[in-house]
C-alpha cells in the first residue's frame, strides 16, 4: 500500500525535480548533437569514448573539437542523471508506484543504446544510418521523460481523455518520420547535392512534402479546441506555443533552403525547434488537458462539451 502523503510531499517532488531536469539536459544533447553535425564535428575526435586519448584535450581544442568533446559530456552527464533516477527509484520502491522502476529501467536500457549508436557513429565514420538512429533514440529519451514527468503530474486522475491524446498522437508520430527523412537528409549530403546540381531530390521533396500533413493535422486541432471552449481555455498556453513553433519550424526550414544550407544558425534552430514540437506534443498527449476547478476529478463528456 502506497502511502500517497509521503509520496506526495517527498519523492514526488524529487522525481518531478529530475525529471524537469532531464528534459532540458535532453534537448540541450540533442541540438549539441545537431550543431556539432552542421558544423562536421562528428568526428573532430577520432577516438571514443576519450577524445585524443584525453577526458579534457586542451592541446587539440578547437571549435570542432569542443562541440564533439561538449556533446559527449552532456551525454555522459544525461547518463548518470538518469541512472541515478534509477537508483532512486529502487531504494524508495516500497514508496512510490511500481510501474516508476520499471519505466526508468527502460529510460537506462535507452541510454545504453543511445551511448552504443554514439559510438559506432565514430566507429563507422558517420555512417547515415547510425546517426539517424543516434537521433532517433535521442528523441526516444525525450519522449520517454516527458511521459514519466506527466504522469507524475497526473497520478490521481481518474478518467483521462484518450480521443484528445490521440489527436496529438499523428502529429508526433508524423513529426518523428519527419525527423527520420530530415537527418537522412542531411547525413547523405542529399540537400547539398539537390541544391548545387538539382540531383538526388527525393529526400528533400519528400521533406518538403511532409510538412503538410503535420501543418493540417495541428491546425485541425486547434480548431477542434476552439469548437470544444473549455479545452482551448485549459490549454491556450500549450496550443499557442505548438502554433508558434509550427511557423518558425517552416520559416526555419525556408530560410536553410534560401541561404543554401549555408547558414549553420538557421539549420541549428530548425532542430532546436522540432525538439521543442516533439517536447510540447508529448506533454499535450500524457498530461491531463483538465488542471483547474477540481475537474481532475470529474472529467466527464458534459465537462468539455462532447454532446454539445
Not at 60 to 88: P, S, T
Not at 103 to 115: A, K, N, P, R
Not at 147 to 158: A, G, Y
Amino acid at each position: 500500500m502506497i502511502n500517497n502523503q509521503l509520496y506526495k510531499s517527498k519523492y514526488l517532488t524529487i522525481f518531478k525535480r529530475l525529471g524537469s531536469h532531464s528534459v532540458f539536459a535532453l534537448i540541450a544533447l540533442i541540438v549539441i548533437g545537431g550543431a556539432t553535425r552542421v558544423m562536421e564535428a562528428g568526428l573532430a575526435c577520432p577516438d571514443w569514448p576519450l577524445c585524443y586519448g584525453s577526458f579534457l584535450p586542451f592541446k587539440h581544442m578547437n571549435l570542432r573539437v569542443f562541440l564533439e568533446w561538449f556533446h559527449r559530456l552532456d551525454a555522459f552527464l544525461v547518463g548518470i542523471l538518469i541512472l541515478f533516477k534509477f537508483a532512486l527509484s529502487i531504494v524508495w520502491k516500497n514508496e512510490i508506484p511500481n510501474w516508476l522502476p520499471k519505466t526508468y529501467s527502460l529510460l537506462l536500457f535507452l541510454v545504453i543504446v543511445q551511448g552504443s549508436f554514439g559510438a559506432l557513429t565514430v566507429i563507422n565514420l558517420l555512417d547515415s544510418y547510425t546517426v539517424t538512429g543516434h537521433l532517433l533514440i535521442a528523441f526516444l529519451l525525450l519522449i520517454t521523460t516527458i511521459s514519466i514527468n506527466q504522469n507524475l503530474e497526473n497520478d490521481d486522475i481518474e478518467k483521462p481523455f484518450f480521443w484528445w491524446r490521440l489527436l496529438f498522437l499523428v502529429p508526433l508520430l508524423l513529426t518523428l518520420i519527419q525527423s527520420f527523412i530530415g537527418v537522412r537528409l542531411s547525413s547523405t549530403w542529399s540537400a547539398h547535392i539537390c541544391l548545387s546540381f538539382n540531383k538526388q531530390c527525393l529526400i528533400l521533396n519528400t521533406h518538403k512534402l511532409f510538412a503538410f500533413p503535420i501543418a493540417f493535422s495541428i491546425l485541425l486541432i486547434i480548431a477542434i479546441a476552439i469548437y470544444k471552449r473549455s479545452l482551448l481555455n485549459e490549454n491556450w498556453k500549450y496550443l499557442t506555443t505548438l502554433i508558434f513553433l509550427l511557423f518558425s519550424q517552416v520559416t526555419l526550414g525556408v530560410l536553410s533552403l534560401k541561404t543554401n544550407l549555408n547558414e549553420p544558425i538557421f539549420i541549428i534552430g530548425h532542430q532546436l525547434n522540432s525538439s521543442l514540437f516533439i517536447a510540447i506534443l508529448t506533454t499535450l498527449i500524457f498530461r491531463n488537458p483538465f488542471t483547474k476547478k477540481g475537474l481532475n476529478h470529474s472529467l466527464n463528456p458534459q465537462t468539455v462539451g462532447i454532446n454539445s
